[in-house]
């Protein structure tokens, strides 16, 4: 009767019946390195997990560099129009005028800061 369950297990498995001290160490085995792996995920987590200040440094600097870029661009425009006025009499068109001027001057360099303008575009499909 022995004989005839080794050969249906090797029949329908393809494989011979393993002992149980063999499945033990199999399982071992692979309990070892479910661990392991299970390891390698929770160091991965807690490096993940740390804030990476370098880039948020970074974001910091850029936003600040891109405020300024805007606000001295509206304040020379500014100045100049008050300079204009002052000197031409023509009060408040210089001042208008050049105002407007300072503020397209400074969305261009927050633009040209920020890299959107000098940016090349990729080819578009085709010969």
Do not use: Y
């Amino acid at each position: 009767m022995d004989d005839r369950n080794k050969t249906d297990g090797q029949a329908n498995s393809g494989k011979p019946d393993l002992s149980d001290a063999e499945l033990s160490g199999r399982l071992s085995g692979l309990g070892s390195a479910i661990d392991k792996v299970r390891a390698e995920r929770r160091a991965e987590e807690k490096q993940s997990a740390v804030p990476d200040r370098t880039s948020a440094t970074a974001g910091m600097t850029l936003a600040f560099r891109l405020g300024s870029e805007f606000v001295a661009g509206v304040l020379v425009g500014a100045g100049l129009g008050w300079g204009v006025d002052r000197l031409f009499g023509t009060a408040p068109w210089g001042m208008i005028i050049l105002l407007l001027l300072g503020f397209g001057a400074g969305i261009i360099n927050m633009m040209r800061a920020s890299g959107e303008l000098g940016r090349k575009k990729p080819p578009q499909g085709g010969a």
